[in-house]
Nanobody, 116 residues
Framework: QVQLVESGGGLVQPGGSLRLSCAAS????????MSWYRQAPGKERELVAA????????NYADSVKGRFTISRDNAKNTVYLQMHSLKPEDTAVYYC?????????WGQGTQVTVSS
């Protein structure tokens, strides 16, 4: 029943920007924290950003701090990741997550490729 659908990924040049969206359904969105993870080829999946249920507290990986912003719109059941000053190292599949179930619940991912 829990469903998370990411969108907004694509190909962007270094220094560019993208905004990812994650549309949630099947649960009471406003009761849960949300997070973004990413996984690059050959690397472990890593936490990028997290936000509390009301949006009052956010947390970021050091590698993206100052460049990425996580936000949410509980009226739209959507969480966002605004990404600026993108680097090739940001290339990865980006996943939306909420902590429902033993391993959390995950979206299908959206590809972000940063390349010249």
């Amino acid at each position: 029943q829990v469903q998370l659908v990411e969108s907004g990924g694509g190909l962007v040049q270094p220094g560019g920007s993208l905004r990812l969206s994650c549309a949630a359904s099947g649960f009471t969105f406003s009761h849960y924290a949300m997070s973004w993870y990413r996984q690059a080829p050959g690397k472990e999946r890593e936490l990028v950003a997290a936000i509390t249920s009301t949006g009052g507290i956010t947390n970021y990986a050091d590698s993206v701090k100052g460049r990425f912003t996580i936000s949410r719109d509980n009226a739209k059941n959507t969480v966002y990741l605004q990404m600026h000053s993108l680097k090739p190292e940001d290339t990865a599949v980006y996943y939306c997550r909420t902590p429902i179930g033993p391993l959390g619940s995950w979206g299908q991912g959206t590809q972000v490729t940063v390349s010249s």
